[in-house]
C-alpha cells in the first residue's frame, strides 16, 4: 500500500518537475512576443481575470491525463492482448509492436500526430454539438484568450479525447517512444495556439494550425466559433469545409454565450453535471 502509494507521489512528483521549467520558459517567451506582435494589444496574460483558474488546469489536467492514460494502457493491454503483469506489460509497450512498430521512429511520430489530429477534429465536432457542448464549454469560457488558457478543458473532455485517442494509437502497436517528440510538441503548440499572436503564418496558414487560425476558433458562433476545429493540421477544415480566417481581419472577443458562466475550477468542474 505504501509501495503504491510511494509510486503514486513520484510520478506526481516527476510530472510537476517537468511542467514547472516549461512554464516559466513559455510565460517568458509569450509576454515578450506579446509585446511586439499582439492580437489583441493591452492584454497581458499573468494579469488576466481567471489566473488562477488557469493555473490550476495547466498543473492538473496534465497529472490527470498521465494517470488515466496509464490506466486505460494497462487495461487495453489486458483485454486486447491478455497481457497481465508489470514485467509483461513494460515489455510488451518497450518499443510498440506489429507493423506499425517497424517504421522509423520519426515516421511513426509523424503517423501518431497526423492520425490523432484527424481523430481529434471529428471529436472536436462533437462537442460542438447539442450533447457534448456543456463538457466542451469550460475550454471555450475564457474571456481574456492566452496561452495559459491552452490546458483549460474539462476531465470528460480529456479523457474521451486526447486520452482514449493516444492510447488506441499505443494499442494499435505505435511506440509509445514517440512520446519522446509527440509530447514536448503538443504542449508548445497548444500553448502558441492560444497566444496573444497576431500571426496569420501567411501561407503557411494552410499547413498548421496558428494563433490567429485558433483564436477564430474561441469567438461566437457566427463567427470563427463553429470553425476551425483542427488542432494541428487545418487540412482537416479544409478538406471538410469548416475553415475560416477573413483577409485582414483579427479576431477580437472570445468566451462562450452564458455571462453567468463559471470562472472557478471546481465551478467549472461541475458545471457540465448541473447543465
Ligand atoms: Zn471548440
Ligand atoms: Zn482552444
Given at each position: 500500500m505504501f509501495a503504491e502509494l510511494f509510486s503514486v507521489l513520484t510520478v506526481a512528483g516527476e510530472t510537476m518537475i517537468k511542467i514547472v521549467p516549461v512554464t516559466i520558459g513559455l510565460g517568458i517567451v509569450f509576454a515578450l512576443l506579446s509585446q511586439w506582435s499582439a492580437c489583441n494589444p493591452g492584454q497581458v496574460w499573468w494579469k488576466k481575470r481567471e489566473i488562477v483558474t488557469d493555473v490550476l488546469y495547466w498543473f492538473l489536467i496534465p497529472l490527470m491525463a498521465r494517470f488515466v492514460r496509464i490506466g486505460l494502457m494497462v487495461m487495453g493491454a489486458a483485454y486486447i492482448y491478455g497481457i497481465h503483469g508489470t514485467e509483461a506489460l513494460v515489455n510488451f509497450y518497450d518499443d510498440g509492436f506489429g507493423p506499425l512498430a517497424r517504421l522509423p521512429l520519426w515516421a511513426q511520430a509523424l503517423t501518431f500526430v497526423v492520425l490523432s489530429d484527424l481523430a481529434l477534429y471529428w471529436f472536436h465536432r462533437l462537442y460542438h454539438g447539442a450533447h457534448m457542448w456543456k463538457y466542451h464549454a469550460v475550454h471555450h469560457s475564457s474571456e481574456e484568450l492566452d496561452w495559459i488558457s491552452a490546458a483549460r478543458f474539462h476531465p470528460v473532455n480529456i479523457l474521451f479525447g486526447t486520452v482514449i485517442?493516444?492510447?488506441?494509437?499505443?494499442?494499435?502497436?505505435?511506440?509509445?517512444?514517440?512520446?519522446?517528440?509527440?509530447?514536448?510538441?503538443?504542449?508548445?503548440?497548444?500553448?502558441?495556439?492560444?497566444?496573444?499572436?497576431?500571426?496569420?503564418?501567411?501561407?503557411?496558414?494552410?499547413?498548421?494550425?496558428?494563433?490567429?487560425?485558433?483564436?477564430?476558433?474561441?469567438?461566437?458562433?457566427?463567427?470563427?466559433?463553429?470553425?476551425?476545429?483542427?488542432?494541428?493540421?487545418?487540412?482537416?477544415?479544409?478538406?471538410?469545409?469548416?475553415?475560416?480566417?477573413?483577409?485582414?481581419?483579427?479576431?477580437?472577443?472570445?468566451?462562450?454565450?452564458?455571462?453567468?458562466?463559471?470562472?472557478g475550477f471546481g465551478a467549472q468542474m461541475l458545471y457540465p453535471f448541473k447543465q
Open positions: 485517442v493516444d492510447v488506441a494509437l499505443l494499442l494499435a502497436g505505435i511506440s509509445p517512444n514517440v512520446m519522446l517528440w509527440v509530447g514536448p510538441f503538443t504542449t508548445a503548440h497548444s500553448a502558441f495556439v492560444h497566444a496573444n499572436l497576431n500571426w496569420t503564418l501567411g501561407p503557411l496558414k494552410y499547413v498548421i494550425a496558428g494563433p490567429v487560425f485558433h483564436r477564430w476558433h474561441h469567438t461566437a458562433a457566427d463567427r470563427g466559433g463553429s470553425k476551425n476545429f483542427a488542432g494541428t493540421f487545418p487540412i482537416w477544415d479544409i478538406l471538410f469545409g469548416t475553415w475560416y480566417m477573413p483577409a485582414r481581419q483579427l479576431p477580437d472577443a472570445y468566451g462562450v454565450d452564458d455571462k453567468a458562466f463559471p470562472e
